[in-house]
C-alpha cells in the first residue's frame, strides 16, 4: 500500500518561511517524480514545483520561483519543500504527489500523478 505523508505545515507570519517534506512508503521512490500541488478552499488545485527522480531537474511555478526550493532524499524515500518569503497568498493545503511521467511540463498537472498524500495546512498571517 502506498503511502504519502505530509509533515511540516502551520501558521507563519508574512515573510516568514517553512519547510515541508513528504515521507513515502509502499513504493520504489527512486522510480517516481514528486511534487508539490496546493489548494485553497474554493479554488483550483495548483502546481507548486516538482522534481525528478534523480533529483536532477526541477520545475516550479512562476509565483514561487526564488523562493520555495524543492528537494529530495532518496536514501530516506523523502521529498522536501522549503518556503521562503512567505506571502498570504501561499496559505493553502499543499499536497505531494508521485508521478511516473518523464516529462518536465506534463508533471504540472495533477491528473498526471499516480499517487497523493493527505495533505499539509499552511496558514500565513499579514
Known amino acids: 500500500q502506498v503511502q504519502l505523508v505530509e509533515s511540516g505545515g502551520g501558521l507563519v507570519q508574512d515573510g516568514g518561511f517553512l519547510r515541508l517534506s513528504c515521507a513515502a512508503s509502499g513504493l520504489t521512490f527512486g522510480d517516481y517524480a514528486m511534487g508539490w500541488f496546493r489548494q485553497d478552499p474554493g479554488k483550483d488545485r495548483e502546481f507548486v514545483a516538482s522534481i525528478s527522480r534523480s533529483g536532477g531537474i526541477v520545475d516550479y511555478e512562476e509565483s514561487v520561483k526564488g523562493r520555495f526550493v524543492i528537494s529530495r532524499d532518496n536514501d530516506k524515500n523523502t521529498v522536501y519543500l522549503q518556503m521562503n518569503s512567505l506571502k498570504p497568498d501561499d496559505a493553502a493545503v499543499y499536497y505531494c504527489?508521485?508521478?511516473?511521467?518523464?516529462?518536465?511540463?506534463?508533471?504540472?498537472?495533477?491528473?498526471?500523478?499516480?499517487?497523493w498524500g493527505q495533505g499539509t495546512q499552511v496558514t500565513v498571517s499579514s
Open positions: 504527489a508521485a508521478s511516473t511521467s518523464i516529462i518536465v511540463q506534463a508533471r504540472r498537472y495533477g491528473h498526471n500523478y499516480l499517487y
